[in-house]
Structures are given as structure tokens and as C-alpha cells.
């Protein structure tokens, strides 16, 4: 299985909801990473976890807040967000988080901020 | 600090024809280099890395790539490109930070398939 899975694929929520993205691998990846991406722009780094703990946080708002409850599973708790929020958030994971590791993505969930 | 430059916001290909498309890196190191193509709506998938040895570096759906020093480049080339391949592409280099190694990514290239 060399799949990332990422729920939901879509997301509409106010800017006062509570909301959690979901993200799953069994690949027995031990990093696994967090992206935002805006129309026609690359992917901007969100989170890394690296063997469950948090090793990156790219000065990210409190509004996002990441957990890793196991080696398989990352999620992305949304609260107050905004719209400029709004964008495809994705998922990917690697073996570890070394120099040439091949970073294997999810589809995303799109995500729309009112 | 790394950077990665991709000039061609759009290429536009005929099905058949070939198809190159550049990449420029900044790194003071031995750069770990990357190409992903990202469909629309899709996350991205990898076709191909180079960081060490040969310095031409095949890939999946008949990509390969060149790593110039001399030139910074990495650049990604088809010799005959199908409608499938359009879609987004984006040059990465790898640097290390926080303990973790992280993609750095060009701006992208899309790329239009006429039929």
C-alpha cells in the first residue's frame, strides 16, 4: 500500500466552526508533513512530525493545530479560521525525513473558508 | 539559503512533440534535486530525483532529467509528450532544517497539451 489518504475531500466551514482534517498512511512512515497550497502557487510547508513528535512549525497561526496521535495518523485541527484560509491542504509522508526521502503525497482536502 | 527557479510559468506542447522544461538552483552544498507533476485537484507525485552519480536520471512515464552543475539546472525533458501529461510541475531542491529534511519548491510550470 503506498497510499497517503487524506478526509474529507471537501470542506466548507464558518469562520467560528471547529473542524479537523484527517490524514492516514500504512506504509510504516515515520515523517509525516502538513502543506498549504493557494490556486497556481507550490505547496508552502506547514508541520513535520518525525517519529510522532513535532520537529517543524513554519511560524503557522494557533488557528491550525497539528497532532500526530500514532505513526500512521496526522491531523490538522481548524478553529476561528479566515478566509484567506481558504486553499487545498495537503498531506504527505516518508520513510524519515532524510536527505533524498521521496515525499508521497495525498490528494488534499479543499478547504473553503465563509 | 536555497532557492529553486522555475522561468516558464506556461509551456505549450503539441501531443508527440518534445518537451523540456527548466530548472535553475541555488544550494551551497550537493543539492538534492526533484521533480513532482501535480494533476489538477491531486496531490503531487514524484517522477524523479537525483543526488549523487549519474547526472542523467530516468524517471517514471518516460521522464528523465540532466543535472548540470556548471549550469545550477535540472532541467526535465519527454522526447514525445502524450495528452496525459498536462498538468502542474515543480522543481524541488532538498536542504536540511530543524532536523528534518524538507523540499523547497520553484514556483511551478504548467503545461498545455494541444491535441
Known amino acids: 500500500d503506498t497510499e497517503v489518504t487524506q478526509t474529507p475531500k471537501h470542506l466548507v466551514m464558518g469562520m467560528t466552526n471547529k473542524k479537523s482534517l484527517k490524514c492516514e498512511q500504512h506504509m510504516g512512515h515515520r515523517a509525516m508533513y502538513w502543506y498549504k497550497q493557494k490556486a497556481k502557487k507550490p505547496p508552502e510547508l506547514m508541520f513535520v512530525y518525525s517519529y510522532e513528535k513535532l520537529s517543524i512549525n513554519e511560524s503557522v497561526p494557533s488557528r491550525f493545530s497539528p497532532e500526530c496521535p500514532n505513526s500512521s495518523l496526522l491531523n490538522l485541527h481548524l478553529h476561528a479560521l479566515q478566509p484567506e484560509d481558504s486553499a487545498l491542504y495537503l498531506c504527505a509522508s516518508s520513510q524519515e525525513s532524510l536527505a533524498g526521502d521521496e515525499q508521497f503525497f495525498g490528494p488534499g482536502t479543499r478547504l473553503t473558508v465563509l | 539559503a536555497q532557492s529553486v527557479t522555475q522561468p516558464d510559468i506556461h509551456i505549450t506542447v503539441s501531443e508527440g512533440a518534445s518537451l523540456e522544461l527548466r530548472c535553475n538552483y541555488s544550494?551551497?552544498?550537493?543539492?538534492?534535486l526533484f521533480w513532482y507533476v501535480q494533476s489538477p485537484g491531486q496531490g503531487l507525485q514524484l517522477l524523479l530525483k537525483y543526488f549523487s552519480g549519474d547526472t542523467l536520471v530516468q524517471g517514471i512515464k518516460g521522464f528523465e532529467a540532466e543535472f548540470k552543475r556548471s549550469q545550477s539546472s535540472f532541467n526535465l525533458r519527454k522526447p514525445s509528450v502524450h495528452w496525459s501529461d498536462a498538468a502542474e510541475y515543480f522543481c524541488a531542491v532538498g536542504h536540511p532544517s530543524g532536523g528534518s529534511y524538507i523540499p523547497t519548491f520553484g514556483r511551478g510550470t504548467s503545461l498545455i497539451v494541444h491535441p
Open positions: 544550494y551551497g552544498a550537493t543539492p538534492y
